[in-house]
């Protein structure tokens, strides 16, 4: 032990270290590691409990009347997503599905969706057809569990639809590495030591668009602030410094202009840069399109649509929570009443694509649970969905975030 110092550190604390070791080898050590072992216990233990409530207030999974009153943890209903990593061959090119080279006019409202009039008078559509003309360039795919992706890169993106998973995952994979019993193995192995830091990008923007002298130490201050947990602050200061940090930075598309988004991006990357800090992004990808130039080595992962066997993990868990809310414990009936849903989706083309995404499949599954008929067909089913995601995801996004309601925000704002 007296040759390992850090075994020490890690294990027993500075003190040790100090005695054992001497004053020499510690301070070598606390250059690199500010956390011992004691603030790394506080960190996780503060950490986890903070955020556990923060993410379970946010995402309370499926509402209908017989649920009310129950919870179930966000971590014990988390379906882990497949993913696709996309290499560019060349290393401009763009990873996105093939559009038609003349399809310029619905790049262009998507931009106006997410960055409204802070463009107006730039030559976005000039900018667009060079990217969109990029993207024919060939890519490399490689196809494997989201954990053994991100695990392998020190600085990604998950990419993915509106309602595929992306915040969901980012919330689970801070709360499993900061659990003292992790569900996921390959997070748990590679990623175990970590000390994991989630702020929502829409956050970061609008208090930089105010201030954007703001250092990301004094941007994390203030978010805990705005939850009255200052105090949290004294504790998650200098994991900041630490080689360990891992910062999670949630929908890079949520910004109110672009301008605010790179000088985000820029803050965050030098910090990464000076600290070694591994960070992991999400966004929706014709957002991140906008932003890619930005984005300098940065790991494209992919997620990919729901398969039959996680739609069938994903119903079978509510039909399961919905047995026991009712004080039945036929759990065989569950299992009938998955195969049955299973099977109607299966008859409608339509439903079957829509179930293929995480979110709409949520809200088919609370369709299903409170009136016991799915949708019979495309039309009905959107109705719901567009109601819901006007009405509720918008604000439910900006929740998360900690915006202020009558503050400017990017209405398009969809919940993973």
Not at 9 to 15: A, C, L, N, R, T
Not at 50 to 61: P, R
Not at 368 to 373: F, Q
Request: aromatic share 10%.
């Amino acid at each position: 032990m007296k040759n390992n110092p850090q075994i020490v550190y890690d294990f027993f604390g500075k003190e040790w270290v100090r005695h054992f070791n001497g004053k020499a080898k510690l301070k070598f050590i606390t250059e690199k590691r500010k956390l011992d072992a004691n603030g790394v216990l506080t960190y996780r233990k503060e950490l986890h409990k903070f955020y556990s409530v923060l993410f379970n207030n946010h995402d309370t999974g499926i509402a209908i009347q017989e649920l009310k009153g129950h919870s179930f943890q966000l971590q014990e209903r988390f379906i882990i997503p497949d993913a696709i990593e996309k290499n560019s061959i060349d290393s401009y090119s763009l990873s996105f599905k093939e559009k038609p080279e003349n399809n310029y006019e619905e790049y262009q409202d998507l931009f106006d969706e997410s960055f409204p009039n802070s463009y107006a008078s730039q030559n976005i559509s000039q900018e667009i057809r060079r990217r969109q003309k990029d993207e024919t360039k060939n890519t490399s795919e490689i196809r494997a569990r989201i954990d053994t992706l991100l695990t392998k890169n020190r600085k990604s993106i998950v990419l993915g639809d509106p309602g595929s998973g992306k915040s969901t995952l980012l919330r689970n994979l801070v709360l499993d590495i900061l659990s003292e019993k992790p569900k996921f193995s390959i997070f748990a192995q590679n990623w175990g030591s970590y000390l994991p830091i989630w702020l929502p990008f829409a956050f970061i923007t609008k208090n930089l668009a105010e201030n954007n002298n703001l250092s990301i130490a004094e941007l994390l201050n203030i978010w805990l602030r705005s939850y009255d947990k200052e105090h949290l602050y004294d504790i998650v200061k200098n994991a900041l410094e630490d080689e360990r940090l891992l910062l999670i930075i949630d929908g890079i598309d949520e910004s109110t202009d672009i301008s605010s988004a790179q000088h985000a991006i820029s803050k965050i990357d030098i910090h990464s840069v000076l600290n070694k800090t591994c960070i992991v992004y999400s966004s929706r990808p014709f957002g991140y399109k906008l932003l890619k130039d930005s984005l300098q080595k940065t790991r494209e992962i992919y997620l990919q649509p729901f398969s039959k066997e996680q739609q069938k993990q994903y119903i079978l868990y509510w039909y399961e929570r919905w047995i026991e809310s009712i004080n039945n414990n036929d759990f065989d009936y569950a299992r009938t009443q998955t195969i049955k849903f299973l099977d109607e989706l299966s008859r409608s083309s339509e439903l079957s694509i829509i179930a293929e995404n995480p979110l709409l499949l949520s809200i088919l599954v609370t369709q299903k649970l409170r009136d016991s008929v799915l949708p019979s067909n495309r039309l009905k089913a959107l109705e719901t969905i567009t109601e819901y995601l006007i009405d509720v995801h918008p604000k439910k996004r900006a929740s998360s975030a900690n915006i202020i309601e009558n503050e400017k925000f990017n209405s398009d704002i969809i919940e993973d």
